[in-house]
């Protein structure tokens, strides 16, 4: 079976909506955590009943204690552990049995304090067993869920209701980002407070919110990682429909050392974590106050589409600050049209400054400063507004602030609002807050938060890229490869021979020297090419950069495999050398394809080799355009995992890959699919009858958007098993029938769903590709799949009478639900 994590979402709706809640260790001592539970659950207009547990009291605020939770004559759905943590275990075994879904452990003294506490939390992950009952710290401050007037934690107060999950593993931050919302009116969904994440940790919690209807984004403040493949997957599945904001402390080696004594783990590299987040969507933050600033952002602005900002400011110096931050990030302001030039001479004075920054000069009026807002922000070559005031004694800021919080609401891109002065620009400030509008005291501070929204939107595009389909399949002697590096280490060799290096290189089809070691050609210049394991990432991969200057200069880019032509793309633009590539005039251009198609090779050679612990290229020579690596070094050691699973990111799973022989002895490749894939989609669903697309939509859906092709195409292969089937099979073919099974967040059922193009039906293709499904999702560990279709879709139903689906109603009454238990079914027998 292939491993897929822990128990993903399970029982996490009960825990967060619990119908009862026992209190385990509450007293009546005020100032204790315990007792300020019990006070938070009811001040805060819990609804459920709320059960203390504590042998030396009969009685906790009016409400009757038990000596044990096993003592509890109603159902208990969340427990909440406060007692000392070697009373814990027992404290767990017991809420097992009495059937909770979860607890939440307050309690310190796990592996944050050595290994004792390592052991003990052992001991709460065995007592809780295979009930199925979910951890929440230990080590944490509890958890609150607005939207049920739920506050299970010791914070102070009860957290505003509001549409932003916050999760984080620091309780204190949890506590300051819970007090500076309540100055900024701001509310909440979710507040988590994950402590040393035992069980539930990141991974499940985004893969929960992402499905929670009530949840606009998700904001998190971290130390550590725990399961690293499933973090990734549960983001990059959820980043693209809700922005993740993340505080990665440990930036520093000291913050590092820190973060891991604090939550008892090892803090990875920083720079790997960068990559990481970009690659699964997360905007990364720097301080707590860019923290606290996204989260008011996202909770009331809309996000830039683009990097043009407009500057309005009733000052020059300002504004030229403004320019000077904008260029720290390698940005410049909007160029404005001559339109939009000429529609703001219409309201200004004659000595405007007629470009961008727009300095509408000192005297400019309320009305002419908000008219000249307006007419920036609708302007198509503008994607953001900053509007900066200066105090000067004719115009009271309040008054601009009225007007402005009329319009701001109802413009196309976002505003940012900069008041520099101190008392003087108080009431401005406070008009905009109540109207939800941000303001800033720096024009610094307003580009930042600009900049960063903007990025993250850059991100989230770079995610749904569509790649160009490319036909051309790696030549690859994974053999010749596989034999050089097992004999290596059969004989407890780690460092390869020059010769051997060159063998496994030519393998993979990555042109090596054939002169000696130290020899150089002349070249026009020299890159680095090279991957080394991290201990938490997996395989990481170097571009940049090469030769004897290459660590002065330090012009280099990570990426993570698996690779396509997309991602090496991006990887090249990332470095200053990337210029140089197109050419100049002492040297000629090197093919992009050329170095995208290298660097797809190491991420595949690292990708079914977890024993190659680091690989280097230095110098990779470009002569004439062509590339050839003069010197290269691996080194090897035992992986304690096979490939791929020591990378954190699911690649191509090659091993679902067969032929399928028609009656009429058509040969069929079926596959799973590819980003590159989408255009061949968009073809293959085109050419669909009408009645076909109906049957398999439940509508009479007219074409396919660029949304549902990226839904389609660009799949994470730990969460769903997709097949095409392609023909003619030995050229690639086209696409003439796909088939999927979707994963549930609880890792255990799968909903399928085919559809086949009308000329191929009723030759078994689609069966093929169902029963290939069902097969690989039983791989997976999956239990159950079910799917609902049409009454009329006769051709589906005997199928699945077929493959032996059980059919129940479903809620309209011109529909079937199928349902078949895979977990025990002879697939392959079929």
Known sequence: MIQRGTMGTQNLSRIFNPGSIAVIGGGEQQNRV????????VEGGFNGAVYPVNPDHAEIMNLPATKNVRDIEGIVDLAVVTAPINQVPQIIEACAEKGAAGAVIISGGGRETGDQGARIEIQIKAAAGQSGMRIIGPNCIGIAHPPSNLNASHMPGTPAQGRIAFLSQSGSVCASVMDLAEKENLGFSHIVSLG?????????????????????????????????????????????????????????????????????????????????????????????????????ILARQQRPTGRRLAIVTNAGGPGVMAVDALSSFGLEPAVLSIQTIEALGTSLEKAWSKTNPIDVLADASCAQIARAVTIAA?????????????????????????????????LSCPVFTVWLGGASMDNARQILRENEILTYDTPEKAVSAFVGLYRHSRNIDMLSEIPVRRDIKLKINHEQARSTIESHLKNDRSLLSDADTKTVLEAYGIPVSPKEPGLTAVPDFELYVGARLDAQFGPVIKFGLGGAMSEVYQDTALTLPPLNSALAARTIRSTKIAKALKGHCQFKAVDQDLVETLLIRVSRLVTDFPQIRELEMNPLAVTHGQLLAINACIHLAASPVAAPDHLIISPYPAWQEQLYTTQESEQVLIRPIKPEDAKPMQDFFEKLSTQTIYLRFFTPLKQLSKRMLIQLTQIDYDREVALVALFPAQSGGKIIGSARIIF????????????????????????ALLKSCLAFSKRYGLKRVFGVVLRENRQML?????????????????????????????????
């Open 34 to 41: 315990g007792h300020t539970l019990i006070r938070n659950l």
């Open 196 to 296: 040393s994440m035992l069980d539930v940790d990141f991974a499940d919690m985004i893969d929960y919110l992402g499905e929670e209807r009530g949840v606009d984004s998700i904001i998190m403040y971290m130390e550590n990682m725990t399961r690293i493949r499933s973090f990734m997957s549960a983001a990059r599945a959820v980043s693209r429909i809700k922005p993740i904001i993340c505080l990665k402390s440990g930036r520093s080696a000291a913050g590092a050392w820190a973060a891991s004594f604090h939550t008892g783990a090892l803090a990875g590299e920083d720079a790997v974590y960068d990559i990481a987040f970009q690659r699964a969507g997360i905007l990364r933050v720097d301080t707590f106050e860019q923290l606290f600033d996204f989260t008011r």
């Open 378 to 410: 609708q302007a198509p070559e503008v994607d953001g507004i900053l509007m900066i005031h200066s105090p000067v004694d004719h115009v009271e800021p309040a008054d601009i602030a009225q007007i402005l919080a009329g319009r701001i609401s109802s």
């Open 744 to 767: 549930t967040a609880s890792g255990t059922e799968g909903e399928f769903a085919i559809m086949l193009a009308d000329s191929w039906q009723g030759k078994g293709i689609g069966a």
């Open 798 to 830: 005997r199928l699945a009478d077929k493959l032996g689906f059980k059919k129940a109603s479903s809620r309209a009454s011109n529909e079937i639900e199928l349902i078949i238990d895979i977990e025990k079914l002879d697939l392959y027998t079929l």
